[in-house]
């Protein structure tokens, strides 16, 4: 049974086009956490919730936001994508900080 | 520099080599992981390590707390072992390692 839950597993938006990325979890995990990761390079921590409370990594751009509705969702959002922006967005959950479970991404495109 | 340190970046075996990666890192953890990655990009957990020795089917993980140093060895590789392998470590977040890329021929 999955999971870790993302939707859609591949994206493609416009320069400039308003983009949400889904993620949904059926652990009941306290913690959501958002990674960017670039061709070859490692993961990036974006930002991640710890039950309702944000946490913003200090060099995540403005151009990225997030929401989570509910224990089991978890939304990011680019406002105004650019080239710079493609990339595998990761979302992995944990109890406290226990292992991390990673969805199996979302690849986004953007043209 | 990274905290985390893999080596090697990439390695190519042949089947039923048995295959070590290695993960040194600079600063005190609480815990340190290993994942896998397949082309394709969904990453799996295999390992969270905060002391000793672990072992899952053909996988061992271990970590020296002293050294700051984790290997994980894959016995009788297989060509499905094919992927990237990325040790992470919890410090105040979780810092990646940039991955060992291992191909097992037939």
């Known amino acids: 049974d999955a999971m870790v839950i993302q939707n859609p597993r591949y994206q493609v938006t416009q320069f400039g086009k308003p983009v949400t990325l889904s993620c949904s979890q059926t652990l009941n995990h306290n913690v959501m956490y958002w990674y960017q990761q670039k061709s070859s390079q490692a993961p990036k921590l974006l930002f991640h919730?710890?039950?309702?409370?944000?946490?913003n990594e200090a060099d995540t751009p403005d151009n990225f936001q997030s929401r989570r509705p509910n224990t089991s969702f978890c939304f990011l959002d680019i406002r105004s994508p650019g080239l710079g922006d493609a990339a595998m967005y990761l979302c992995?959950?944990?109890?406290?900080?226990?292992?991390?479970?990673f969805g199996p991404g979302t690849r986004l495109t953007v043209t | 520099k990274n905290e985390v340190e893999q080596s090697p970046q990439n390695l190519t075996a042949q089947e039923g080599e048995f295959i070590t990666i290695n993960c040194s890192y600079s600063?005190?953890?609480?815990?340190l992981h290993w994942l896998q990655q397949h082309p394709g990009g969904g990453i799996v957990s295999l390992f969270m390590l905060s002391s000793g020795k672990k072992k899952h089917g053909r996988l061992i993980a271990t970590i020296n707390i002293q050294e700051k140093h984790s290997s994980l060895h894959i016995t009788a590789s297989h060509p499905r072992d094919s992927a990237v392998y990325i040790c992470?470590?919890?410090?105040?977040?979780?810092?990646f390692g940039a991955g060992t890329r291992l191909t097992v021929k037939p």
């Open positions: 992995a959950t944990s109890r406290e900080n226990d292992e991390q479970y």
């Open positions: 919730y710890y039950d309702k409370d944000f946490n």
């Open positions: 600063v005190g953890i609480s815990a």
């Open positions: 992470a470590v919890r410090w105040t977040d979780m810092r």
